[in-house]
């Protein structure tokens, strides 16, 4: 009869997408934990909150590529 426009392909992108946020999120929150483990400068520390939290997903790729090296 009528075709309200919800298919298995609809869904299954929405599940999808739904499990991309909250994979980042969850990302985010343990890169952020780790980053206040790592004796940086203050500075050091907040450029890399900003980076996490401003640039979605490429932050949290860049952070734990990176790694950043403890001062001393």
């Known amino acids: 009869m009528f075709h ?41 520390k907040a450029l890399w909150v900003l980076i996490i939290l401003g640039i979605p997903v490429l932050g949290v790729i860049a952070y734990f590529i990176v790694r950043p090296i403890e001062e001393e």
């Open 4 to 44: 309200y426009g919800f298919s298995f392909a609809h869904v299954l992108m929405q599940v999808f997408i739904f499990l991309l946020l909250i994979g980042w999120i969850v990302a985010s929150i343990v890169a952020l934990f780790a980053l206040r483990n790592v004796k940086l400068s203050s500075i050091a």
